[in-house]
T-cell receptor
Framework: DADVTQTPRNRITKTGKRIMLECSQTKGHDRMYWYRQDPGLGLRLIYYSFDVKDINKGEISDGYSVSRQAQAKFSLSLESAIPNQTALYFC???????????FGPGTRLTVT | GENVEQHPSTLSVQEGDSAVIKCTYSDSASNYFPWYKQELGKGPQLIIDIRSNVGEKKDQRIAVTLNKTAKHFSLHITETQPEDSAVYFCAASLGGYQKVTFGTGTKLQVIP
């Protein structure tokens, strides 16, 4: 089984809808991250969490919120989806004293 | 904050030729520089990294070089093979296992 899983893998939703993307990991890592990937813009950090009680905004947090329900679970919410939030979203994890990040398979979100 | 620029955005090479991807970073305090490879339909995966106290690092057909003075670092792939076709991301990070800032990505195509 994959160490970092994301659900759903694909989602189409309408403008104004609330949507939640979920991430689970079995690696035992303390740190978790949410990125979005857009063509020509690379990977941009939305939110990150260094432990269950630590949540930090990344470079593009507007329009998003997160919840760290447990060490293994980190959810990303779009309170009112808009078309420019159409993107590929990745969850990643890392150990506290290590640099390497482990990415999930991604969620392709389309907002119409 | 840190800004990482990556060039070129696309690169096509013949199988067996070499490929070079270049990145620059803005924060002279950055001291860790990873490279990630993203295959189609998957999340990025770390392939090699370098720390600021090292000028070059090799791992089989891939190598990374770092010029701290110029704030440049590069990925070199020799004897390219079709399975090297992917999107490659450079990144930079400050010390203390802080979050990383990614470049915009390079889509490498190796033509058989």
């Amino acid at each position: 089984d994959a160490d970092v899983t994301q659900t759903p893998r694909n989602r189409i939703t309408k403008t104004g809808k609330r949507i939640m993307l979920e991430c689970s990991q079995t690696k035992g890592h303390d740190r978790m991250y949410w990125y979005r990937q857009d063509p020509g813009l690379g990977l941009r950090l939305i939110y990150y969490s260094f432990d269950v009680k630590d949540i930090n905004k990344g470079e593009i947090s507007d329009g998003y919120s997160v919840s760290r329900q447990a060490q293994a679970k980190f959810s990303l919410s779009l309170e009112s989806a808009i078309p420019n939030q159409t993107a590929l979203y990745f969850c990643a994890t890392s150990a506290s004293r290590a640099h390497e990040q482990y990415f999930g398979p991604g969620t392709r979100l389309t907002v119409t | 904050g840190e800004n990482v620029e990556q060039h070129p955005s696309t690169l096509s090479v013949q199988e067996g030729d070499s490929a070079v991807i270049k990145c620059t970073y803005s924060d002279s305090a950055s001291n860790y520089f990873p490279w990630y490879k993203q295959e189609l339909g998957k999340g990025p995966q770390l392939i090699i990294d370098i720390r600021s106290n090292v000028g070059e690092k090799k791992d089989q057909r891939i190598a990374v070089t770092l010029n701290k003075t110029a704030k440049h670092f590069s990925l070199h792939i020799t004897e390219t093979q079709p399975e090297d076709s992917a999107v490659y991301f450079c990144a930079a990070s400050l010390g203390g296992y802080q979050k990383v800032t990614f470049g915009t990505g390079t889509k490498l195509q190796v033509i058989p």
